[in-house]
Structures are given as structure tokens and as C-alpha cells.
């Protein structure tokens, strides 16, 4: 008996590991069992991104920015800021935070702006700029000059995003407070403006609240699959760069809050890391999801806003208040990196 009790327990000394190791994989994810483990168990920021940098924008007489209606990285490295609501302007920051210039400049002319409000860039590392009042979108090359502009035909929408096939797609989601009505809130426009696809119909449950926004609410990951969500509705939907629905998903622990004119926008993202995820930042957490639409894990805190997402890494804006007579400062960007 004593022999028999023995084997027993060698048998599940070999066989725990083995089963320990068995984690679930979710349908079609392009992570890894162990990958998946490491993000439903985490509870903090800290169990799945590594903090990269923290760097404050330097502040001079050229470059103090009132808010960011956006920001990219290009491919130098550099950081792209947008201001397009209040001070109408564009300033480009070394990595390291140094101001470097400006990116064009407030006009009518070739290169020159009224309202530049978002910013993308295309496969050859051009810098693209929507600016919104002037109904067109423009070109500078990776030096920063100024290349060409496309003057878009029909509605204007405030967000740009170009796939690895080149092609451009603009997003709106926001809501007019006279005209409420349903449109598509993507479209695909050719080099002449015009549109050639539009899809992803506003949903009708947005209506009833009684504000709007104009947050960005797509993202394009590295198989030109489209990801959009409505920053008042909480649902992401996948489409193909042809504008063809292939799934809708949501946290499934989600409860749609009450919302009130006057509040923040509640919903950011979804944001797109290459390891085949999408963030979306509910008020002052984070979920994630894998591409597929699986739902990884949820309750993430995060108090900052995320501004951008390149590659593996999310960045994001952290405003500080000012000292007593002092100037307000520049924003800092505090970047994470994906540790998986």
C-alpha cells in the first residue's frame, strides 16, 4: 500500500507540470497560451509594460502648447504635436524633448494651415495633416517639407489614417448638435479627394446622448484590418480596407454609464500594438483585447490619457499644473513598452 501511494504521488509530481502548463488558448488569438496567462492575471500597468521614458517638452517662446488634438512619432523618432483647437499649430520635439521647429505655418498657401487638427503618417514616412476648415489634407516629407495637398470633396471628417497599402481612410464620429443622424463614419478617399468606399454606419445608440465628441476612434493594424469604435458607445468593430464587417466585440463586464452634457468623453482607442492587441481606455482603466476580439483582461488602472500607440509601445500626456507665477508647462510624454 505503501509502494502503491508512492507511484501515486511521483505520477502527479511528473503530471502537474504538464498540467500546469495547459493554459486555455483563446479561439484564433495570435498569442501564445503563456502569453495570454500573463495578461488575465495582470493587475497593474507595471505586470505587462515596461516604463520607457518620461520627457518633458521643452518650453520656449515658439513652442507652448495649449492642448494636443494630436501627436505621432515619425520616423526619425521625433515627436509630432497638433493643436488644432486653440492655438492652431504644430511643433516637432526631438525624442529627448528638445523643440526643433515647426511643422508648416498658420495660412492659405502651399504647406500652410488653419485648423490642424490630426496627423498620420503613410508607409514612406510622409507626415500627413488634416486641416479641417481648409478641406484638405497635407503632405510633408520625412525633412518636413512641405510636399502636396489633397483637397477632399464632400463632408470633411477631423481624423486621417493611411494603411501599409497606402491608402487612405478619414474618420468622424462625432455627432452635430442640430443634424443627428446616422452616416458612415469611415470613408476611403483616392489621390483626388474623392470618396471611393464609405462604411461603418455611426451607431444609432449614440443619439441618445446629449453631447458629442471628436475623439479619433480607428486604428489599422499591420494586416490593414480596421478597428473603429465610437467614443460614447462601447463597442469595436472589424472591418477589412474593402469596408467589409467581419466581427463586433465588447468587454463582456461592461455597463454602458449614464451620461451627462458637460462630461468627458469616456471611451479612447481602440489603440493597436503589433503583438495583435487593442487598447481601449475607459475613463481611468484599460481593457484589452486581442485582433481576433477576445477579451484578455480588463480593470487595468491608468490615470493618464494614451495619445498614440507605434509598434509595441503606447504613449501618453501628463500635464502638470504650474508653480505660483510661473509660465503653465509644456507636457510631459511617458511611453510604455509592451513587455510580452
Known sequence: MRHRACWLFIALVLLAPWGCSRQPKAPNS?????????????????DIFLKTAE??????????????????RDSKGNFIVADGTHQNNVWIFSSDGHFIQNLGRQGQ????????????LNPEGDIILVD???????????????KNQILVKGRMYRSVHVNHKNEIFMYEGMVGP????VFDTIKKLNNDGETILSFAPIPEEVFKFLFSCSNDGMAIDKDNF???????FYRIRKYTSDGQLVKSFVNPHFQQPELKEGKEVILSGPYYLEKGLLLVQLQNHLDIFDTEG?????????SLNIIYSDGNSIYLEKWEEPQSGEQFPNPAIISYKLKL
Not at 480596421?226 to 460614447?232: A, D, G, K, Q, V
Open 132 to 146: 479641417y476648415l481648409g478641406r484638405r489634407l497635407i503632405f510633408y516629407d520625412r525633412n518636413y517639407q512641405y
Open 109 to 120: 498657401g502651399p504647406g500652410e494651415y488653419s485648423t490642424p487638427l490630426k496627423l498620420d
Open 30 to 46: 495570435p498569442l501564445s497560451s503563456s502569453e495570454i496567462k500573463v495578461l488575465s492575471s495582470a493587475r497593474k500597468m507595471e
Open 294 to 302: 477576445n477579451f484578455l483582461v480588463g480593470g487595468i488602472p491608468l
Open 55 to 72: 520627457i518633458e517638452l521643452e518650453l520656449t517662446g515658439n513652442s507652448a502648447i495649449s492642448t494636443m488634438s494630436d501627436f505621432v
Open 226 to 232: 480596421i478597428y473603429e469604435m465610437n467614443p460614447l
Open 178 to 181: 442640430m443634424v443627428r443622424e
